[in-house]
Structures are given as structure tokens and as C-alpha cells.
């Protein structure tokens, strides 16, 4: 039988520092302003709150490049990760457009595994912070999952 699962947490894109957990892997010979080409590797820390000394429940891994010449609209492959509570072990799979400087974006549950086996439905993410200088963001997201 389905059912259906709404999560929130927040995720921490950290560029800058000593510790960054997003890095740039490959760069475009010729810069755009919007840095399309550019590809980073990620492993996100996901929290309950913004503050990012909250909770720690899981980790966004994968990847996302900046696939717009005219606006910030990224194409995100990631997994989700769960590492505490009821969901530890399991998996959400998002891929799609996010077009960062929309205030809510809609993104695609693709799948999913242990509780979340043969997930779909869709993530709302909303910006908490953005430092444009260090590239670091806080974003909040609201998961809504059917498996």
C-alpha cells in the first residue's frame, strides 16, 4: 500500500572556507555572467533547522552545473541521504531544474530506497540565505514523497 511522507529540513552549500562541502570540478573556458558550464560536486549537510550547528539528519550528494546562459537555473542530480531517525538508511532521489533566484522552487522526486523505494513526487525549496560573494546558501526544503 502507498502512502505518503512530508519531510522538511535544510541544506547547507558550503563553497567557501576551509572545510567547503561543494567544489567546483569543472569551470567553461569562456565566462558567462551567470557561470553557465561551471559543474560542482557536493556533499551537503541536511539539518533541521537553518542554523547549521542543528541537528544533523542526513547528507545531499551528487552533483549540479549551471545549465542557463540567461538567468541562475541550475540542473541538480542529487541523493538524499538519511542518517537519523525514522528514515535513517533510506534514500531520496531529486533531479531537475532549480532556478535559484525564484523565491519557492519545484524540483522532481525521482526515487528512492529503503523506505523510500519507488518514491516519486516533489521538493518546494526556498532560499534561506545566499552569500553571492562566498557562493555559500542555506536552503529550506519541503519534500512531499509517495511510496
Known amino acids: 500500500k502507498e502512502q505518503t511522507t512530508t519531510l522538511q529540513f535544510n541544506f547547507h552549500d558550503i563553497q567557501s572556507g576551509k572545510s567547503p562541502t561543494a567544489v567546483p ?3 567553461p573556458m569562456n565566462q558567462n555572467p551567470t557561470g553557465f558550464g561551471e559543474l560542482i560536486m557536493m556533499d551537503d549537510p541536511l539539518t533541521v533547522g537553518p542554523d547549521p550547528k542543528s541537528k544533523l539528519v ?3 550528494q551528487g552533483l549540479y552545473g549551471i545549465a542557463c546562459q540567461d538567468e541562475m537555473s541550475l540542473i541538480m542530480a542529487l541523493s538524499y541521504s538519511f542518517i537519523d531517525g525514522p528514515y535513517k538508511g533510506s534514500t531520496i532521489s531529486i533531479m531537475g531544474r532549480n532556478s535559484v533566484m525564484h523565491p519557492v522552487r519545484e524540483l522532481p522526486v525521482v526515487g528512492g530506497t529503503g523506505l523510500f523505494r519507488m518514491a516519486r ?3 518546494l525549496a526556498h532560499t ?3 552569500d553571492t560573494k562566498a557562493g ?3 536552503v529550506g526544503y519541503n519534500v512531499t514523497i509517495i511510496h
Open 136 to 138: 555559500d546558501a542555506i
Open 121 to 123: 513526487g516533489y521538493a
Open 58 to 60: 542526513g547528507r545531499a
Open 128 to 130: 534561506y540565505s545566499f
Open 25 to 27: 570540478i569543472a569551470k
